[in-house]
């Protein structure tokens, strides 16, 4: 393929994997509600800062990993983040619910950067996408010259970027539309969501 071709399969694809439900897009909302939509962008930085070397990886060195024999303890490693991540919206929520506060508080603790880069590098099914879904692009790169993996990751990160800023954004507006009580329970709910893909993650690792 040429580097248009590139460029074109990719933008196909990453919607597929971008914009699809799951532990990142449901934090970057939640830490949005605290931080506002520029968590979202810090998030899409830590997720860049793994995605882009194992993109390299797979492209130059092997394109060819096992990641299935990975998975259980990827998804187990996941899974007790995201309990983390949950607990500290719960906090929140019940801090709220008792009049403790009308702001988030706990998970301003939850560095968007280290969320965005853990719940890349834990996630199974985000380095399978690479290794099946965009395999034969990946595989592609591999005999092109490195500016042409660059235009071809540029192609596909931006859909990072606004995915999860957006999601930032519109957590960020429920936090400012919501009264106390409601945004509590908008809390809760993003936590109840977090632990079920969790539990999805490891029931699917598993």
Do not use: C
Request: net charge positive; proline share 5%; glycine share 8%.
């Amino acid at each position: 393929m040429d580097a248009l071709s590139l460029v074109a399969g990719i933008m196909a694809i990453t919607p597929s994997g971008a914009f699809s439900p799951g532990p990142l897009t449901a934090s970057a909302v939640a830490l949005g509600g605290a931080r506002g939509w520029r968590a979202g962008l810090q998030m899409a930085l830590g997720h860049t800062a793994f995605e882009l070397p194992y993109v390299a990886v797979l492209a130059y060195v092997f394109q060819h990993i096992d990641i299935k024999s990975y998975k259980a303890p990827l998804a187990a490693a996941a899974f007790v983040f995201i309990l983390y991540f949950a607990y500290l919206l719960a906090k929140d929520a019940w801090g709220i619910l008792k009049g403790a506060s009308s702001a988030p508080r706990a998970s301003k603790f939850a560095n968007p950067f280290a969320a965005g880069l853990a719940l890349t590098a834990l996630n199974p099914y985000f380095l399978l996408w690479w290794a099946t879904v965009a395999l034969p692009i990946v595989a592609a790169l591999g005999a092109q010259p490195p500016y042409v993996f660059a235009a071809v990751y540029a192609a596909h990160v931006w859909m990072d970027y606004f995915w999860l800023g957006l999601m930032a954004y519109l957590g960020g507006a429920a936090a400012r539309l919501l009264k106390a009580r409601g945004y509590a329970v908008f809390l809760l709910a993003l936590a109840a969501l977090l632990i079920y893909f969790g539990v999805n993650l490891v029931a699917g690792a598993f």
